[in-house]
């Protein structure tokens, strides 16, 4: 078992930063890396970012390519989103996922964390 916890979700206005924190516990090792989602309201949910526990490629969805960057802290086992010039349309419940296979953007998520809530207005 994994058990994921996200943090650090809230209201922020158009063009401001948010960092979202994801702390990992349980049989971490069991996954081959970590990766954000996220859920706007009516929509399915899509794909952020993502990075495999060995080695230092990172993954990202186009639409967030040079605004937002994952990043972890191995020896914690904690994961973060640094989000930054942010955009009404990215309000959403953003979670944190470990996977058992994960290539690109493509991640088999084995465990999902329960989210947390992102605002921003406009």
């Known amino acids: 078992q994994v058990q994921l916890v996200e943090s650090g979700g809230g209201l922020v206005q158009a063009g401001g930063s948010l960092r979202l924190s994801c702390a990992a516990s349980g049989r971490t090792f069991s996954s081959v890396g970590m990766a954000w989602f996220r859920q706007a309201p009516g929509k399915e949910r899509e794909f952020v970012a993502a990075f495999k526990w060995n080695g230092d490629l990172t993954y990202y969805a186009d639409s967030v390519k040079g605004r937002f960057t994952i990043s972890r802290d191995s020896a914690k086992n904690t994961v973060w989103l640094q989000m930054n010039s942010l955009k009404p349309e990215e309000t959403a419940v953003y979670y944190c996922?470990?996977?058992?296979?994960?290539?690109?953007?493509?991640?088999?998520?084995?465990?999902w964390g329960q989210g947390t809530q992102v605002t921003v207005s406009s």
């Open positions: 996922a470990a996977c058992n296979w994960l290539e690109s953007s493509r991640c088999a998520v084995g465990y």
